[in-house]
């Protein structure tokens, strides 16, 4: 007796089986049952043995190499299909229309589908760095500036409307801020990097929270940080080499650290990107592989490391739904 995949298809397969094998079937042959339902759990993952991890990415992405100086456009078979060449990007966002935005050393920069530069903001300062922007509803693009130490809203016209000044105990001009977020309230979250803590702060720029000293969490020059839709915080802690969502009262719900994958040397971890499905993208600037994905069960998904790439430090994977300029992509 054969089997189509359709015909043990979970769960309605289990009624197509008792429609087939017959009472005699099962008398005479008791193991023809057993294996069509071994079968139907091996194709179903979600009820069978985990599939093993694959080296490779399943999805298209973009990423930014801070220390070869290149965003990346790469597909679901490894092939890089767009290089950007700029000096040390940081945060980088796959746009609706297909503009990619950016930050480097000096400045934010957006490139069409093209190819083309279509938005360059340049600091005027004589030292700073820019390590984060996001596109804004409206349009604005929100840039942390470490020299002068503050957040400000750019328009597409390279117009200042907004300014938060952000004070921190560190006067570290590489290490002040890296990821920092507007929020669907008004306020900004940031990777203070130099104080290892998170910063939370309102409209006006009043601190209203500090995720800080949490036990177990190791903050060594935190990277990225980001709100997700169920008000937990998720953020990666540098060369802490640790992933950690926290509920609102700090509490850790999910980490993800060294001894949850001992076939993977996981070095300083950098960008992150939370997908519908619960699971978590890494990257890594240092390491044995450049981007993970595991699931909350800590299962490795799939493992890459980029043939011609250094040092990954922001990802976003292009083959998920929700509009980045919306808050809607979570990285």
Same mark, same amino acid.
């Given at each position: ?16 089986l008792a ?9 005479? &042959? ?29 999805y ?45 050393r ?9 190819? &083309?530069?279509?938005?360059?903001? &340049? ?45 921190? &105990?560190?006067? /570290? +001009? ?31 720029g ?43 009262? /700090?509490?850790?719900?999910w980490?993800l ?33 450049? +981007? ?13 490391? +980029? ?15 929700? /509009? ?8």
């Amino acid at each position: 007796m054969v089997f189509s995949n359709t015909e043990i298809a979970w769960p309605g397969g289990l009624l197509a089986l008792a429609k087939k094998i017959t009472r005699k079937d099962t008398l005479m &042959k008791p193991h023809l049952l057993f294996l069509a339902l071994l079968s139907c759990l091996t194709i179903h993952s979600g009820y069978a043995l985990a599939e093993e991890p694959v080296d490779g990415p399943k999805y298209n992405f973009v990423c930014a190499d801070y220390a070869k100086g290149e965003v990346c456009l790469v597909t679901d078979k490894g092939e890089v299909k767009r290089v950007i060449k700029t000096r040390n990007p940081n945060d980088v966002w796959s746009l609706p229309n297909g503009e990619i935005l950016f930050a480097w050393r000096m400045g934010v920069s957006i490139y069409d589908k093209d190819g &083309k530069q279509v938005f360059e903001w &340049k600091s005027s300062e004589k030292r700073d760095e820019i390590h984060t922007c996001q596109a804004l509803p409206n349009g604005n693009i929100l840039i942390a500036q470490n020299g002068p130490a503050r957040l400000i809203e750019v328009t597409r016209k390279g117009k200042v409307v907004k300014e938060i000044k952000v004070k921190t &105990k560190k006067n /570290d +001009l590489h290490m002040r801020f890296r990821m920092c977020r507007k929020l669907d309230n008004g306020n900004y979250l940031c990777m203070v990097s130099c104080d290892d803590e998170i910063r939370e702060l309102d409209p006006e720029g009043k601190t209203v929270r500090v995720i800080r000293d949490i036990p177990g969490v190791r903050m060594a020059k935190a990277h990225a940080v980001m709100r997700l839709p169920n008000g937990n915080t998720l953020f990666s802690t540098g060369a802490g080499a640790m992933a950690v969502e926290v509920d609102k009262d /700090d509490k850790v719900v999910w980490k993800l650290e060294r001894k949850d994958l001992p076939g993977i040397k996981m070095g300083f971890m950098t960008g992150l990107n939370r997908l519908a499905n619960g699971n978590t993208i890494l990257s890594f600037y240092q390491g044995s592989h450049h +981007l993970l994905e595991v699931t909350r069960e800590k299962k490795l998904v799939w493992k890459y490391r +980029l043939p011609s790439q250094r040092t990954v430090v922001s990802v976003q994977v292009l083959d998920q739904e929700g /509009d980045a300029t919306k808050g809607q992509v979570f990285k």
